[in-house]
């Protein structure tokens, strides 16, 4: 063996041991337990912020462009709150069109359409508007958009239809504006407030939901123009004249006195003794009551505007004063200082002035879920 051949064997057997060496620490240093890693324990804090729409005023009944958090005091359940911010932003305005109902009297497409049109026209540049339209089953057929040419066409594109789903409409509007992820939110229904299939608990359900959110609902209502044109039928007298009792040839060939008496206008009101008729008239006037009523407490406890027109052109013309309320709006959020979790499923927020000359106005009843995830 060279020199060198043993040079290499020496070398071999080095490393070789030291590879034994560090294998049989590793394996000894195994048999140690390792010193536990301190961790730290995850804590979650909730905030909660509850949002209002506030209307600003001066003495005169002018819009106050000024406000700030310390004008305001809020009072949840009687316990005073600061805000937490105060913000002028645009509306985000949905307009709830009702198209449908068999039960109609005064109530029509046409009618609808210039109304919606008119608030559309009467709302601030800026604010965002969609539009819904009900009538078998509710549609939006107008996505958020400050465009008015598109809001105004998306509106002459409404369709007539034979039923009222209004229950359906009040849900699907609650969605679509609460996914919106948007704030100064307001919902206006054109509507009677009637549902087709009646769905008296379905409604409250749907009332009740909507009082939990941030939402403002504002209503132009044709409940009194409906209960004041069917009020003669109730009692079973009919200003429809009644169908002629012969047909127009047989009448054409009726002697000149007599013809003229059988084509003559009928004058004044009819008698009508259809009982089943009479019933149905009744029960659809204590349905628009009761729909008036509810549509009422629905807009006050939300901070809304219920406009209930006595004529067809006062419901165009006071569309302007649901723009105005929509427009007076600022954003107002606090922090509740009982959590919503560990109150009543009911609280009753209100805020007032601290500044001279500023009045506001806040009325929302905050309805809660049984259960809070």
């Not at 064997?9 to 041991?17: E, I, P, R, Y």
């Not at 305001?72 to 937490?84: G, M, R």
């Not at 149905?280 to 901070?303: H, I, P, S, V, W």
Request: hydrophobic share 40%; with cysteine.
């Amino acid at each position: 063996m060279t020199g060198i051949s043993r040079t290499i064997k020496a070398l071999v057997f080095l490393f070789a041991s030291v590879g034994i060496f560090v294998i049989g620490a590793n394996a000894q240093s195994g048999r140690a337990k390792p010193t536990p890693t301190p961790t730290l324990e995850e804590v979650k804090i909730i905030t909660e912020e509850v949002k209002l729409n506030v209307l600003a005023f001066d003495e005169a009944g002018k819009f106050v462009g000024d406000v700030k958090d310390a004008d305001l005091v809020i009072t949840d359940d009687n316990i005073l709150h600061q805000p937490s911010s105060v913000r002028r932003i645009p509306a985000n305005v949905l307009i709830v069109m009702d198209t449908g109902g068999e039960m109609r009297a005064v109530k029509t497409l046409d009618q609808t359409k210039k109304t919606a049109r008119a608030l559309a026209n009467a709302l601030r540049p800026g604010d965002s508007v969609a539009i819904m339209q009900y009538a078998d089953k509710p549609e939006i057929i107008v996505e958020w958009t400050d465009d008015n040419k598109q809001v105004l066409e998306g509106i002459s594109c409404a369709k007539f239809g034979r039923r009222s789903a209004f229950v359906d409409a009040i849900t699907l509007a609650t969605d679509f504006m609460t996914k919106s992820g948007v704030d100064n939110k307001h919902l206006v229904l054109i509507t009677d407030g009637t549902d087709s299939w009646g769905r008296s608990s379905d409604k409250f359900d749907a009332f009740r939901r909507l009082l939990g959110t941030d939402i403002s609902v504002h209503v132009i209502s044709y409940t009194k123009l409906e209960s004041t044109e069917i009020e003669p039928r109730t009692k079973g007298i009919s200003k429809t004249p009644p169908p002629q009792s012969m047909p127009p040839e047989v009448v054409a060939q009726l002697p000149p006195g007599v013809r003229d008496r059988a084509t003559a206008p009928k004058i004044g009101p009819t008698i009508v003794t259809d009982r089943k008729y009479i019933k149905t008239m009744r029960k659809r006037k204590a349905d628009l009551e009761t729909a008036e009523e509810q549509l009422g407490a629905l807009t006050e406890n939300t901070n809304g505007e219920m406009i209930i027109p006595e004529s067809l052109d006062e419901m165009i013309e006071r569309t302007a004063l649901v723009a105005r309320m929509i427009d007076a709006s600022y954003v107002v959020t606090y922090t509740p200082k009982i959590p919503l979790a560990d109150s009543s499923k009911e609280r009753t927020i209100d805020v007032t002035s601290k500044r001279t000359g500023l009045i506001v106005q806040s009325r929302r009843k905050l309805l809660l879920p049984s259960s809070r995830n």
